[in-house]
């Protein structure tokens, strides 16, 4: 048999091999591997010349066991080898992998015919380990193998035999075990080894959840395997992943996170190491401890802090732990009288915080300072004693002549959880002498023809010994240009020399060693007329009889009351406890009172507004600046009633008693008005510190402001449907009798439905407080360019005058916030409405609201409209609305070019090319009164210097002109401008 060809010839030692032995993958399990035996493997070898086991090394040397057949030249080959029983463990499906050399027939001389280049791999499954029983029926077949080739030629022309792997699946298997057998029918073959495993999905680690082994089913389906957490990690969301068949994790979801004190490291969670924290669950790394904290063990969640350091509540723990700040510096006062304004330096170390605020404690120091007590209740804190985040603070009404110490302590977040003993820095101060307060109330004890006695009461702060009275007097119709000063020691004084039936102004103020006190409000009196002498001696037969006329006629009209208001159906009063009549109420109709009527302006104040109680009102924020102090926006709570926003006017501190009479009175006119477009009064607050008056809250501001804001952003309808709301408010004042004197768009408020309502009442505030009056040759301050000519020339101010001032609101609103006159001077202004010049329409301005302008600016007072007229004049706009598309196409800014009503009529400006003809017609000559220009050509060459001749002296308006004629210009020639 030496001629009998062998399998193994060269491959067992031929480097070309060693790439197919290859160890296999992590996730197969090996239920045989042959290589892994060293002795005998004792498989069954039918019959026993068939194949036959013999030893080899493989490409390391390594000694392995292999079988090998090679019967080619003899017909009708059945060689069997089966191997031993291989248990299948949890396997269903298992894979079985041949190494096997195989020669080709034809390298083989004189074998045609019989040999063969393939084998058969069988398998059969037992419950049992059946021994060396083998009937080669029962086997069930897996796959005819045949070689990818079976040789290689090489350079060298060696034949050199290559290593075939072939890897077969079988299964499901459902036994306990299971036999291989290989059936050669005449092949040379050589099986090398013979592995047999099945696939797993490995235990892992995904997302800090561990994935134990699991095995794969036979079928397709995926198999959802949930993890569980690694030690020191909780579940944020379940953890899962599905196991393939081929034994490969798919899919993570779900994740665990790292407890507090732990920190994720590789797949383990750790605790933190000392020096580190971290306070909540997650798989951020532990953090470092921050400024002046530690953590000394390991795992810490939060980081102590040092000694004397702190943390409050509300600092994260990622927050450096901080300390009280120190005390502030440089305290400075400055002494008024008898208020004082401390102002100070932040401290040195604000103990690392932000919220650093200072408190101001006010003690009160015997002379020698030794005996200090704290400061009652009537020193004011301005803006408050504690919580000041500013470093000032005002204290106001302290005692004259009287030593004060004050404590200025700095306190941040952890102050209060410091034991340390607290640092102040003191300032200490000795008030001033201070003035006495103004004289607030004068009495008429006695009048005659020429002569006026009068007593007064002292001042209700003397602030130390008054010396004496300074007590002056005019002529009322004289303005002041004369005047009489006369010293009084007393509380009284009479006033002789005087002329008969003369209305006297008189001012009072007191002094002392510190000076004179503020003037008293002016006082008016007169003198009794020639014919008609009373003394108080001789009066009072007189009086009785005046009495009795008096209070024969007032019964008369009470009884008219009762009556008048049974059958007119009148039955609001608002104050049905009152006790006096100062005026007369005539049926249906409610009358404007004075407030100045009364003797005692309190009275007056408690007889039309509510007092409320400060505790029911809470300031939210400043929103304005008013004449007396802070107008601010706010909620009122009254009890029972539902919350609602409010505004509040303040009186600001170190006010006079005439002024605060002065802030009141608004509220005392306010409080008498009922009607949807004026502003509503809530009521005051007169008995606690800071004096307020609280209105309804108007979202949207002053009118102007509010126009300029949302300039061409409304309809024609809207607009006019706010100018009806303001003229139906003024019909209201007008019918009660109360004429307001500054009617302006400033004065005007809008709330968040677009209502506009009229504010700003008062009395001498008129003429003080509005930034737009101006002093008048006479004497007066008016708001010139909102105020009828006779207003302004005589002080003639009526309803007719607030009807002038409402046709400039009809322009204000018209043209969006535009100022009247724009920068005219106000000089220029009187001059040129006196001339016959007004006001032109607002750019795209309805001729219907430019006529009731032009109506309300009727020189003959008689000839404007009254306010029920107007509001029916704009209801009819409102109904019609097709009446507001005529548009009064006059310039669209010619600033200066105020119209001249004496030539222009409105009806003829319905059109840019009517009103360019209008233009070339007029000439401007008139227009820029006393200035030399022949044409209105020549305004688009005119100069800076030309328009500073004429007095328009800024450049817009001067700009707008030019281009204003420019474009009127182009227009004419080309068609319609683009405005
Ligand atoms: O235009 P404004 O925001 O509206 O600024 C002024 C400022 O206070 C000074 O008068 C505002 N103001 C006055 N009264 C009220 C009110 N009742 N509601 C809302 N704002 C008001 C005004």
Redesign the pocket.
Not at 695 to 699: A, L, R, S
């Given at each position: 048999m030496d001629c009998k060809p062998s399998v193994l010839l060269l491959f067992l030692f031929s480097p070309v091999c060693q790439g197919h032995l290859t160890s296999h993958h992590s996730n197969e399990v090996n239920l045989l591997d042959s290589k892994a035996s060293q002795g005998e493997l004792g498989w069954i070898s039918y019959p026993s010349h068939g194949w036959e086991e013999i030893s080899g090394v493989d490409e390391h040397y390594t000694p392995i066991r292999t079988f090998q057949v090679c019967n080619v030249m003899e017909y009708s080959q059945n060689n069997w080898l089966r191997t031993n029983w291989i248990p299948r463990n949890s396997a269903q499906k298992i894979y079985v992998e041949l190494k096997f050399t195989l020669r080709d027939c034809n390298s083989i001389p004189l074998v045609l015919g019989t040999c063969k280049e393939t084998f058969n791999l069988y398998y059969m499954e037992t419950e049992e380990d059946q021994g060396d029983q083998f009937w080669e029926h029962q086997f069930s077949k897996i796959d005819t193998i045949a070689a990818d080739e079976s040789f290689t030629q090489t350079d060298l022309g060696d034949r050199i035999l290559k290593l075939n792997t072939e890897v077969r699946e079988v299964g499901p298997v459902a036994q306990k075990g299971f036999y291989l057998a290989f059936q050669d029918v005449g092949a040379c073959v050589a099986l090398v080894t013979v592995r047999v495993y099945f696939k797993k999905c490995p235990f892992t680690v995904r997302n800090l959840a561990t994935f134990p082994d699991t095995v794969p089913t036979d079928s397709q389906a995926l198999v959802e395997v949930r993890g569980s957490c690694v030690n020191n990690s909780r579940e944020a969301e379940p953890p899962r992943m599905y196991c393939s068949t081929e034994g490969e994790w798919l899919v993570p979801i779900g994740k665990c996170l790292c407890d507090v004190a732990h920190e994720p490291r590789g797949v383990t969670c750790q605790v933190c190491r000392p020096g580190f924290y971290k306070s909540s669950p997650g798989n951020l790394r532990c953090s470092k401890c921050p400024p002046h904290s530690h953590a000394h063990q390991e795992g810490s969640a939060h980081c102590s802090c040092e000694k004397n350091y702190f943390r409050s509540e509300a600092d994260p723990s990622s927050m450096a732990c901080t300390r009280p700040p120190s005390s502030p510096r440089n305290v400075i006062s400055v002494i008024n009288e008898t208020s004082v304004i401390l102002d100070w330096s932040w401290p040195a170390d604000s103990g690392g915080r932000k919220d650093v605020t200072f408190n101001v404690v006010c003690k009160r120091c015997s002379a020698g300072q030794r005996k200090c007590e704290a400061c009652r209740g009537a020193v004011r804190f301005l803006p408050r004693p504690a919580g000041l985040s500013n470093t000032t603070v005002t204290v106001a009404d302290l005692l004259a002549h009287t030593n004060y110490t004050f404590e200025i302590e700095a306190l941040n977040g952890v102050s209060a959880l410091s034991s340390e003993p607290r640092q102040f820095a003191t300032v200490t101060i000795t008030t001033n002498q201070a003035a006495p307060s103004p004289v607030a109330v004068i009495r008429k004890d006695r009048t005659s023809r020429n002569s006026i006695s009068l007593s007064w009461l002292e001042p209700e702060r003397p602030n130390g010994i008054i010396l004496d009275y300074e007590v002056k007097f005019y002529e009322k119709q004289e303005q002041e240009t004369s005047y009489t000063i006369l010293r009084a020691k007393g509380t009284n004084v009479t006033l002789n020399g005087l002329k008969p039936d003369t209305i006297y102004l008189l001012q009072i103020r007191a002094r002392t060693a510190a000076g004179y006190g503020g003037s008293s409000r002016k006082f008016e009196f007169e003198t009794s007329p020639d014919s008609f002498s009373i003394s108080s001696e001789n009066s009072q037969v007189v009086l009785v009889a005046i009495s009795s006329a008096v209070a024969i006629i007032l019964l008369s009209v009470v009884v008219y009351l009762l009556l008048g208001s049974r059958f007119c159906g009148y039955s609001k009063s608002k104050h049905p406890d009152e006790k006096r009549l100062p005026f007369v109420r005539l049926p249906g109709i409610r009358t404007y009172v004075d407030p100045h009527t009364y003797e005692d302006p309190t009275q007056a104040i408690h007889e039309f507004a509510r007092e409320l109680d400060a505790s029911c009102i809470a300031i939210d924020k400043v929103?304005?600046?008013?004449e007396f102090g802070e107008?601010c926006?706010g909620r009122l709570k009254q009890p029972s009633k539902k919350e609602t926003c409010?505004?509040i006017?303040t009186l600001k501190s170190g006010y006079t008693e005439t002024q605060r009479r002065d802030f009141l009175s608004e509220a005392s006119i306010m409080g008498q008005f009922d009607h949807p477009n004026i502003?509503r009064l809530e009521g005051v607050v007169t008995r606690n510190k800071p004096v307020m008056i609280v209105?309804?809250?108007?979202?949207n501001?002053?009118l102007?402001?509010?126009l300029r804001r949302h300039d061409a952003q409304f309809t024609v309808i809207q607009l006019v449907g706010m100018l009806r709301g303001i003229a139906s408010g003024m019909k209201y004042l007008s019918d009660m009798g109360y004429v307001h004197r500054d009617l302006a768009a400033?004065n005007i408020?809008v709330n968040s439905n677009l209502v506009c309502k009229v504010?700003d009442f008062g009395l001498s505030r008129v003429l003080e407080d509005d930034p737009e009056a101006a002093y008048t040759t006479r004497g007066g301050k008016i708001p010139i360019r909102w105020t009828a000519p006779e207003a302004i020339a005589y002080r003639k101010f009526t309803s007719a005058s607030d009807a002038w001032s409402y046709g400039i609101v009809v322009w204000e609103v018209m043209s969006y916030g535009e100022r009247p006159y724009w920068e005219m001077s106000n000089q220029d202004v009187i001059k040129a409405v006196d001339e016959g010049y007004r006001l032109p329409p607002p750019m795209d301005c309805p001729a219907a609201l430019y006529q009731l302008m032009l109506d309300c600016w009727q020189k003959d007072r008689n000839n404007r409209p009254k306010f029920d007229q107007i509001v029916s004049l704009l209801d009819k706009l409102i109904r019609n609305p097709s009446s507001l598309k005529i548009i009064a196409n006059a310039p669209s800014s010619p600033e200066n070019m105020l119209l001249d009503r004496t030539g222009a009529d409105i009806a003829t400006f319905c059109s840019m090319g009517d009103w360019l003809e209008s233009m070339h017609t007029l000439s401007c000559k008139d227009i820029f009164n006393g200035a030399s220009y022949s044409s209105c050509n020549t305004l688009a060459k005119t100069s800076t210097e030309d328009f500073k001749q004429v007095g328009v002296t800024i450049l817009g308006p001067q700009k707008k002109i030019v281009s204003s004629i420019t474009a009127l210009e182009t227009h004419a020639k080309n068609g319609p401008v683009p405005v």
């Open positions: 929103v304005g600046a008013g107008v926006s409010v505004a006017k502003i209105t309804e809250y108007m979202e501001g002053s102007d402001c509010f400033r408020l504010s």
